[in-house]
């Protein structure tokens, strides 16, 4: 196709050595190129895919002095239940027996957002300071990691217990832990939901 | 009047060039490349901030679909060799040679070990069908997902869990998933969902 040679037929034979083009077309390569291209590219996967890495407790019994409790002004709990409708209360049940105010809200940017972020406002100010501070000062993406996770597990951090009910959906709970990253929340945990919280929202839902 | 003269031009185009772009494009896409395994079921992954890229060796795919059927794959042909021979041996099986290099190719299966041999001795194309996708039994009469999980971490001790779940999967499946992981210790897991930004202002 590039190059044609065309023979005279009728002339006269040249005698000696013939003197052929060294040019090579290069059509059919460029194709078998562009073939082997189109396959790669249809068979790869260029996007490595995004985890989320979460810890769960061990299921092994701790001794009861050495479990972790939980403040009551500092807990929040969260419960997923149909529909990705989202409920809270803060605190635990009272001592004298009231139930605690359960909410209920959703995952829009005003749902359950906007309730963590007021509830964690001192660490995400300050979360927020370090970012600048690491733009201004030009800081190593690692020394940021260690200081904002040393913010993070600050005392004041509230706590935030995710039960799910049978009704939730997996979207629901990465969405939760999503938002928990969103608002800068250290202290979190997937607990079983109980008949109390069950009670809670079949009282509130009437 | 003089004629004009139009000057012939050849059409031939010099292909050298484009053949150099072909095959520069062709070796990027070949030293990028990592080729996409094929999964036992096509899963929706919810979507989530986190941009923490998953590790390309030593993982154990749990794939969980929205009926809460669970299919279970690991990395490298050894390993899943390996892994073969182990469920044989716990369950008192034995898989010829051709079932074992066919099991190594396989990504993720959901099939339970009992149907193992024959789903093995199928041929690919009937393998891949729907039909096939039973899942592996996670309930806790017969916990056969317990035994591969133990079995794949004793083969490698470095494995780590990805779990692939649909985002309409319900909570109770994916809980059966989690505690039985629980009961074998296994407290870190990478959950995989696609990216989505982050919201503005955080």
Redesign the interface.
Known sequence: MAELNVQDKGGKKKKGTKKMSTRVDLTPMVDLGFLLITFFMLTTSMIKPQTMEISMPSKDNVPEAEQTKIKASKAITILLGKDDIVYYYFGMKEEDGTDPQLIKTDFSPKGIRDILLQRNAEIVNKIAELKKEKIDTKMQDTTYKRKASEIRALKTSPIVLIKATDDASYKNLVDILDEMQICNIGKYAIVDINEYDLSLIKKLNG | MPKVKVTRKST?????A??DV??L??TF??L?????VKEAIQVN??????????P?TNIMNIL?DPDGKVFFGIDKAENRIALLDEIAAENKLTFTEKEKYTFSLIGTFGVPIEKLKAFLNLPPEVRDMKENALGIPCDSLDNQFKSWVRLSRKINPEIRI?I????????????TV?NT???L?E??????????E??KG?
């Open positions: 031939t185009v010099d292909m050298t484009m053949c072909a095959f494009l062709l896409f070949i990028t490349s990592n080729f996409t992954t919810p979507s989530s901030i986190s941009e923490i890229k998953i390309e969980v990805a692939k779940a649909d985002q309409r999967t319900p909570y109770p499946k994916i809980k989690l992981l629980q009961d210790r407290n870190r897991y990478n959950l995989i969902t696609s990216l989505e982050l919201p955080l």
